[in-house]
């Protein structure tokens, strides 16, 4: 299974979960205040905006929660000035991994970045390392007992999806970045379930991984950077067979 479509899976099971939705709901907010900050507060004037509150409201953040975090962007309720940061590296067994951040301070993430990149048997690279090997898609995943193949991907091929893998418990939709929206509602439209739907950055290549410990390791580093308050989204280049995945959950 690759590692764009593996971790955005884990992801959203750990969203659901009680103990990491406040964290969740932090890293949405931030998202929504540098949205709003760069382009307004109207949703429907500004897509990366739309794009975070509905990132919010998939991660059931109420509503009010999300519009302070509107109008702190807007300055309504004060200045927040939060940056992007992006940090490039390579994990256990040679991944590539990408982890893009909103910190309100350089000076205390970059280093503790680091440090979880050692911790975890990885290292951190220069900028553009890695960079190379991704492009920014739109991946949206429905659970495979839930339409017919065929169905599906005649949708999909008509909302603007470029891609479909049927990876046998999901299918993988992907598509350019630009018609995420448009492959979203066409799916919404006909009242079909999905369960990730997100603008990542897809590797073009993968890196096999073999064994249970490398992948144990490789799953370790990316859940501590998730974990990192400042981090926004971890991208890898990982591809753990589903025998391998088996044996690292037992």
């Known amino acids: 299974m690759s590692g764009h479509s593996h971790w955005a899976g884990i992801k959203h099971k750990k969203a659901a979960n009680d103990a990491k939705r406040g964290r969740v709901w932090s890293k949405i907010a931030r998202m929504i205040i540098v949205a709003a900050k760069a382009g307004g507060g109207d949703p429907a004037q500004n897509l990366t905006l ?20 509107v109008k702190k962007g807007t300055g309504e309720l004060g200045a927040i000035n939060y940056e992007d940061v992006l940090y490039e590296g390579y994990g256990p067994g040679g991944v590539a ?39 920014k898609k739109g991946l949206i995943t429905v659970r495979a007992d839930a339409i017919a193949e065929d169905d599906l991907m005649e949708i999909a091929l008509s909302a603007g999806a470029d891609d479909m893998d049927n990876t046998g418990e999901v299918y993988e939709l992907t598509c350019e970045a630009g018609a995420y929206e448009q492959l979203k509602n066409g799916l919404e439209e006909k009242k079909i379930p999905t369960e990730v739907a997100e603008i990542l950055m897809v590797p073009q290549n993968t890196v096999p991984v073999a064994d249970a410990n490398t992948a144990r390791k490789i799953l370790s580093l990316m859940e501590d950077l998730e974990d990192h308050d400042d981090v926004q989204n971890v991208y890898a280049n990982f591809d753990i067979p589903d025998d391998i995945i088996a044996k690292v959950e037992e």
């Open 50 to 69: 739309r794009y975070a509150i509905d990132k919010g409201k998939a991660a059931n953040m109420p509503k009010d929660t999300i519009e302070k975090a």
């Open 97 to 135: 991994v990408m982890v893009d951040g909103l910190t309100d301070n350089r000076n205390r993430t970059a280093p503790e970045i680091k440090k979880i990149f050692e911790k975890r048997g990885g290292s951190l690279g220069a900028s553009g390392c890695v960079n190379w090997m991704f492009s």
